[in-house]
């Protein structure tokens, strides 16, 4: 390989790979893999808890935080024990809402086995559902829930998934796991029983996950390129 191959390549790989990335203070993506502008903010009428582990947060594809920025009048909690937090505990007192949370089980209210009508009755007199969702891996989300002593007498609601998980950056124990942002999705769908402006989180998210693997695809392209080019030089 030639000198002129060689900077052709390197130019090549520093722009897909730039040393320093400036990121998204939103999505915490690098500039050309930011997906903002795909997200449209809307109130489902659900509040939604998103309570995301610290290696979860620090993650760049992180779909609770993808979610949060979806859906407005959300929150975005980071932390692992959360017995004494007091943003959750102030939820957790909020008497204007119908706490539960999201997590599958035997003790859960499958949401998929209701009918339309019957699913209104999970939240008593009429208060508008405040949702905690666990964003971790399915080992820390288990952890999570035993150690957050406050979160263990929740309700609990579930659903059973009816096609294989679309995130296909990051490998699932089973196929039929869903990603947060999956879930959160799904579990609108069936409470309101209709398609609308939560179908966006979907969008956004094929969105980031087809980013993802585009950039992949054109890693491995050069990578074989860099190896080769240090050995041609000496």
């Known amino acids: 390989m030639n000198v002129e191959t060689y900077l052709k390549n390197r130019e090549q790989r520093e722009r897909l790979n730039p040393r320093k990335r400036l990121l998204c203070v939103s999505c915490f993506q690098p500039g050309f893999s930011c997906f903002c502008r795909h997200v449209v903010p809307f109130d489902p009428g659900i509040k939604f808890v998103i309570l995301i582990d610290h290696i979860e947060f620090k993650r760049r594809i992180a779909t609770g935080r993808l979610s949060h920025l979806c859906l407005k009048n959300s929150e975005l909690i980071r932390g692992f024990d959360y017995t004494e937090n007091a943003r959750v505990n102030s939820?957790?007192?909020?008497?204007?809402y119908h706490s539960v949370i999201l997590y599958p089980g035997p003790k859960s209210t499958n949401l998929t086995g209701l009918l339309p009508g019957a699913r209104g009755q999970i939240s008593p007199n009429g208060k508008p559902l405040q949702i905690f969702v666990i964003d971790g891996t399915w080992n820390t989300?288990?952890?999570m829930?035993?150690?957050?002593l406050n979160l263990q007498n929740l309700p609990r609601i579930c659903f059973t998934p009816g096609q294989p998980s679309r995130f296909r950056v990051r490998k699932q124990p089973k196929a039929f796991c869903y990603s947060t942002v999956e879930a959160i999705h799904h579990t609108?769908?069936?409470?309101?029983?209709?398609h609308g402006p939560h179908d966006n989180m979907l969008?956004?998210?094929?969105?980031m996950v087809e980013q993802q693997l585009d950039f992949i695809e054109?890693?491995?392209k050069i990578r074989p390129l860099s190896r080769h080019s240090?050995?041609?030089l000496r």
Not at 91 to 96: E, H, K
Not at 145 to 148: A, D, M, N, T, V
């Open 145 to 148: 829930l035993r150690l957050s």
């Open 203 to 207: 969008y956004v998210f094929d969105k």
């Open 188 to 194: 609108i769908h069936l409470l309101q029983a209709s």
């Open 218 to 220: 054109k890693s491995h």
């Open 91 to 96: 939820c957790l007192q909020d008497q204007n």
């Open 230 to 232: 240090s050995r041609s």
């Open 141 to 143: 989300a288990r952890k």
